[in-house]
């Protein structure tokens, strides 16, 4: 199984539907989820994104590739981070880190 595989089943668990009923939502056959969570079939990338929003869950952790569910989560954990034993240079160049890797990411 692929972490997607494992994601979803979890996720889908976690609301207490079936796989009928999970696949009712998105107007998608039992046999479509059940593929999705035995990862024989992969979701097309529209209804990953509604299935992403359906659980409020980033994209990247539906594929395993963050532990962090939502966006928001990845704010408070930066928020959270100690700067402690850092001095106001190595401060500065975090924060210059992050602005650079924003601006990437709006490209």
Do not use: C, W
């Amino acid at each position: 199984m692929s972490k997607f595989s494992n994601r979803l089943k979890m996720l889908r668990k976690e609301k207490g539907l079936t796989q009928q009923e999970f696949g009712d939502i998105f107007h998608l056959n039992k046999s479509s989820i059940s593929k999705y969570e035995n990862g024989s079939q992969m979701p097309e990338a529209d209804t990953l994104e509604k299935i992403a929003d359906f659980f409020d869950v980033t994209v990247d952790f539906l594929f395993g590739r963050s532990e962090i569910r939502k966006t928001n989560d990845l704010h408070i954990a930066l928020n959270t981070v100690s700067t402690e034993g850092l001095d106001e240079d190595d401060i500065e160049m975090v924060k210059g880190l992050i602005k650079n890797l924003k601006k990437k990411n709006q490209k």
